[in-house]
Protein backbone atom coordinates (compact mmCIF):
# COMPACT_ATOMS: atom_id res chain seq x y z
CA UNK A 1 0.00 0.00 0.00
CA UNK A 2 2.62 2.64 1.15
CA UNK A 3 4.75 1.21 -2.16
CA UNK A 4 1.72 1.87 -4.25
CA UNK A 5 1.19 5.25 -3.22
CA UNK A 6 4.80 6.09 -3.48
CA UNK A 7 4.86 4.75 -7.53
CA UNK A 8 1.42 7.02 -8.29
CA UNK A 9 3.13 10.08 -6.74
CA UNK A 10 5.95 9.70 -8.50
CA UNK A 11 4.08 8.99 -11.54
CA UNK A 12 1.46 11.55 -10.84
CA UNK A 13 4.42 14.49 -10.02
CA UNK A 14 6.76 15.42 -12.65
CA UNK A 15 8.16 18.60 -10.85
CA UNK A 16 11.28 19.89 -10.67
CA UNK A 17 13.02 20.87 -7.33
CA UNK A 18 12.54 24.58 -7.83
CA UNK A 19 9.20 24.44 -8.41
CA UNK A 20 8.61 21.32 -5.45
CA UNK A 21 8.82 23.25 -2.14
CA UNK A 22 8.95 20.45 -0.15
CA UNK A 23 12.44 19.50 -1.35
CA UNK A 24 15.88 21.02 -0.20
CA UNK A 25 18.36 22.68 -2.24
CA UNK A 26 21.75 20.87 -2.81
CA UNK A 27 23.71 23.67 -1.41
CA UNK A 28 21.24 22.84 1.78
CA UNK A 29 22.66 19.16 1.89
CA UNK A 30 26.36 20.60 1.28
CA UNK A 31 25.44 23.26 4.77
CA UNK A 32 24.18 20.52 6.60
CA UNK A 33 26.87 17.61 5.85
CA UNK A 34 29.44 19.91 6.88
CA UNK A 35 28.29 20.87 10.02
CA UNK A 36 27.26 18.03 11.10
CA UNK A 37 30.80 16.55 9.99
CA UNK A 38 32.40 18.92 12.18
CA UNK A 39 30.82 17.60 14.85
CA UNK A 40 31.23 14.04 14.20
CA UNK A 41 35.22 14.61 13.49
CA UNK A 42 35.82 16.26 16.69
CA UNK A 43 33.98 12.99 18.23
CA UNK A 44 35.91 10.79 16.26
CA UNK A 45 39.54 12.70 16.68
CA UNK A 46 38.48 12.51 20.42
CA UNK A 47 37.91 8.81 20.45
CA UNK A 48 40.56 7.95 18.43
CA UNK A 49 43.19 9.77 20.77
CA UNK A 50 42.18 7.99 24.05
CA UNK A 51 42.53 4.51 22.13
CA UNK A 52 46.04 5.32 20.53
CA UNK A 53 47.46 8.13 22.69
CA UNK A 54 48.88 9.59 19.73
CA UNK A 55 47.48 12.85 18.52
CA UNK A 56 48.86 12.85 14.87
CA UNK A 57 47.18 9.36 14.56
CA UNK A 58 43.91 10.66 15.58
CA UNK A 59 44.13 13.37 13.47
CA UNK A 60 44.39 10.85 10.26
CA UNK A 61 41.89 9.06 11.10
CA UNK A 62 40.00 12.27 11.34
CA UNK A 63 40.50 13.53 8.33
CA UNK A 64 39.92 10.23 6.64
CA UNK A 65 36.90 10.19 8.16
CA UNK A 66 35.76 13.58 7.48
CA UNK A 67 35.89 13.61 4.00
CA UNK A 68 34.33 9.90 3.49
CA UNK A 69 31.17 10.64 5.93
CA UNK A 70 30.34 14.25 4.40
CA UNK A 71 30.39 12.39 0.80
CA UNK A 72 27.99 9.92 1.99
CA UNK A 73 25.87 11.77 4.09
CA UNK A 74 25.31 14.52 1.09
CA UNK A 75 24.41 11.16 -0.92
CA UNK A 76 21.87 10.00 1.85
CA UNK A 77 20.57 13.14 2.24
CA UNK A 78 19.75 13.91 -1.70
CA UNK A 79 18.07 10.39 -1.71
CA UNK A 80 15.87 10.48 1.21
CA UNK A 81 14.70 14.02 -0.41
CA UNK A 82 13.50 12.37 -3.42
CA UNK A 83 11.09 9.87 -0.88
CA UNK A 84 7.60 11.66 -0.70
CA UNK A 85 6.87 9.57 2.23
CA UNK A 86 6.68 11.66 5.82
CA UNK A 87 6.52 15.04 3.99
Known sequence: ????????NKKESKTTYKEDKTSEKPLRSVAKAFSWRVIGTLDTLVISYLLTG??????????????TKMVLYFFHERIWNL????K
Not at 1 to 8: H, K, P
Not at 54 to 67: M, P, Q, R, T, Y
Not at 83 to 86: A, E, L, P, Q, R
Open 54 to 67: KISLAASIASIDFV
Open 1 to 8: MIADQLIL
Open 83 to 86: IKWG
